[in-house]
């Protein structure tokens, strides 16, 4: 049972006034939809400014600005910004100025800076390669950013200009070669395409200049073949310390990355922090004699997943905090959304004296902020409740935060949270005039014994005005990842189909996160494998409950759930209708063709040209041939995480060639991101076509 002190927390998301007239929420409620990200509360600790993401007006995008709230929740959210494309924001020490980045069309993304005084936002960088994530040093005077400009870039920029200024015909010029040489097993990516390999990530820092009202010149810090990220500045201001991983082609090895520091005027770099493992989020502590960093010590054996963990580093060594803690530092359950294009960060926060550090984890589906000793490890819970912690903030003493919380009912809103009281606050309320036309039933959380009597967590939505004497149809959704989870977050696909009469199975099988290391990696080299019979499991302990017609059971999930949807009817004729989203189908198919690589043995024990049957045993396309139920997939033509070819593509030529119930459906300029981040009018239309295809096959529609 859930602690009675989760109600006392999530009080204040419920207390939205409940019209007379409900109704089901629709699939294009998501043109209404608003969401709060990246919540960063000023160094005083008076106010926090957010980003509030819109869906544009001809629903193909979206919008983000600026706002800010004050932390007493004495006045309204009001807009700081009057730009489209505003976000990455970051306060002033002084809390009188704010960095954020703008997007703007047809132009790289630049720096500018706002005052709180009043005025207009002036832009700071001009790189020609755009600027981004930028960090103020201590005393105020200087940003820290990312940027993939090259120094010929700014000469190329300059000549540019100055032919504009002159005249200079340059119609006879010979253009540069658009050829593309690759050298990387990683030449693309899901989201970016086909990389520049000839670009790397790397740290500038500019001045900052209050009175100024033109770009100001940036200096490069750093060079080289490789990239530079989570930057963070010395308490001294010195120093900037940055993550990198400084291997040429890390795909052959064990995951690994260092911590790194470069004077802040320039000049050699210096290794701080190596470990035989990942370091992300690394923040030296307030006296600067230690850090904290989130990652993972390479096992002896290569897992299929490595639970990240939270680490002390001082006098050269490194010690796991969490080492008897089995939860993953910075996890929380999956949904469908967060806030597009929003941002967001989970770091790690010291306390002011040094002795405890506070970060976010994950356990059983929900999302908290924990503390731990930073010389013992002892745990203890700030937060608590059915609730994902998506994004936070605190101010330099660590005594207040900023959060944005969402649940299974609301989309997410910012919180003040204070650290002793343990009290959360709701300062916004952006989507409450939507949600309180909405009826939206609370899932039910139910644990159940599997085939090997492992425990497994799952939740039954069931649809608004629900009763037990009638009998429903049921869809099972599928995670993907596969080590993630579900849980308590709001996911607006489920919520549609319980509105639309379906009861809505959904659980976290062996191989999801938030259970425990062992819990997450037992399915190494046997995916999928036991997963598929603990969703069955699962379907069978539903059906037992005599609401669901068990002759109208669909099945659906996208990428790792995709597989297991592909998986799921290859070995059962149970589900009479299947949608399968983003998928792998082929194995051997997605090994060559994937944007990541599968080079070190952590899902497979060798590679496909070398033992092809592994591949082909684990293929849904092996058994194509014993599928019967009518199969819809979907699928993004950009997608480059689970490509299309050895993922839709396969299944659909399989089943056309038996003459088997299929349709395909390909969203043009969408990644993996589709049901996520895609355009909001695609992210519509693809709940339309799901639903469409249960209706045709479950009830007749």
């Known amino acids: 049972m859930r602690p009675f002190l989760a109600i006392l927390l999530l009080a204040p998301l419920a207390t939205a006034p409940v ?39 001809r629903h193909t995008g979206y919008e983000t600005s600026i706002w800010t709230v004050a932390t007493d929740g004495s006045a309204p959210p009001r807009r700081l910004t009057a730009g489209s494309g505003d976000a990455a924001l970051r306060w002033s020490p002084d809390s009188r100025t704010l960095a954020f980045v703008r997007a703007e069309e047809k132009s790289r993304p630049q720096i500018y800076l706002l005052s709180m005084s009043g005025g207009e936002a002036h832009q700071l960088t001009d790189a020609p390669r755009g600027a981004s994530s930028p960090e103020w040093s201590p005393d105020g005077r200087v940003i820290a950013f990312g940027s993939s400009t090259k120094p010929s870039d700014f000469e190329d920029s300059t000549h540019a200009a100055r032919g504009a200024h002159t005249g200079a015909d340059s119609a006879n010029a010979e253009p540069p070669s658009d050829v593309l040489v690759v050298t990387s097993a990683m030449f693309r990516s899901n989201g970016a395409g086909y990389l520049d390999l000839t670009r790397h990530r790397h740290i500038f820092t500019v001045p900052v200049d209050p009175t100024a009202r033109a770009p100001a010149k940036a200096t490069q810090l750093t060079s080289g073949d490789f990239d530079e990220g989570g930057v963070v500045w010395s308490a001294d201001g010195t120093r900037i310390y940055f993550t990198s991983d400084r291997v040429a082609e890390p795909y052959y090895y064990a995951p690994n990355s260092d911590v790194y520091a470069v004077p802040a005027t320039g000049g050699a770099i210096e290794k701080v922090i190596d470990i035989d493992g990942p370091i992300r989020g690394a923040v030296p502590s307030p006296d600067g004699k230690s850090f904290a960093f989130a990652g993972f010590v390479n096992p002896a054996r290569p897992r299929s997943d490595n639970q990240t963990d939270l680490f002390a580093f ?25 806030a597009p294009r929003g941002g967001g960060q989970r770091p790690l926060i010291w306390s002011a004296d040094g002795r405890s550090i506070i970060t976010v984890t994950g356990e059983h589906g929900t999302a908290n902020l924990m503390r731990f000793d930073a010389a013992t490890g002892r745990a203890e819970a700030l937060t608590t409740g059915n609730h994902d912690i998506m994004s936070y903030s605190a101010t330099p003493d660590a005594a207040t935060f900023a959060l944005t919380v969402s649940d299974p009912t609301h989309i997410g809103d910012v919180y003040a949270f204070t650290a002793e009281s343990k009290r959360l606050t709701q300062l916004t309320h952006i989507n409450d005039s939507l949600f309180a036309q909405l009826t939206l039933p609370q899932p039910e959380e139910f644990w159940y014994r599997s085939f090997d009597g492992r425990k497994i967590e799952g939740w039954i939505l069931k649809p608004p005005g629900f009763s037990p004497d009638h009998k429903y149809p049921m869809i099972l959704e599928i995670h993907g990842g596969p080590h993630t989870n579900y849980g308590y977050t709001f996911f607006h696909e489920f919520q549609w189909m319980a509105a639309k009469g379906y009861v809505v199975l959904y659980t976290n099988p062996r191989g999801s996160t938030s259970y425990g290391q062992e819990f997450a990696n037992i399915i190494q080299y046997r995916y999928p494998g036991d997963d598929y019979k603990d969703l069955m499991v699962a379907v069978d302990s539903l059906v037992r409950r005599g609401y669901v017609d068990d002759k109208k059971l669909g099945v659906t999930g996208g990428s790792g759930g995709g597989l297991l949807t592909n998986w799921t009817v290859t070995q059962t004729h149970r589900f009479a209708a299947a949608v399968s989203q983003r998928s792998v189908a082929d194995w051997l198919g997605f090994w060559y063709s994937a944007d990541f690589t599968l080079f070190t043995p952590t899902w497979f024990r060798s590679n496909p040209y070398q033992d092809p049957q592994e591949f082909l045993r684990r293929s849904p396309t092996t058994y194509a041939s014993q599928i ?74």
């Open 314 to 338: 001082a006098s050269g060594q490194a010690k796991n905090l969490t080492a008897a803690y089995d939860y993953s530092v910075g996890d929380g359950p999956g949904g469908d959304q967060a």
């Open 19 to 57: 019209r007379a007239q409900q109704r089901p929420i629709t699939e294009k409620d998501l043109y209404q939809f608003k969401w709060a990200a990246d919540p960063q509360i000023s160094p005083d600790g008076k106010q926090v400014a957010y980003v509030l993401v819109t869906v544009n007006k």
């Open 628 to 701: 019967t139920t009518p199969l819809l997939l979907v699928d993004g033509e950009a997608d480059l995480r689970t490509p299309t070819g050895q993922g839709s593509e396969a299944m659909f030529r399989a089943l056309k060639a038996q003459h088997k119930p299929t349709e395909m459906v390909l969203f043009p300029r969408e990644s993996h991101e589709l049901s996520r981040s895609g355009e909001p009018m695609h992210r519509v239309e693809r709940l339309e076509h799901i639903l469409e295809w249960f209706d045709k096959y479950l009830v007749g529609g």
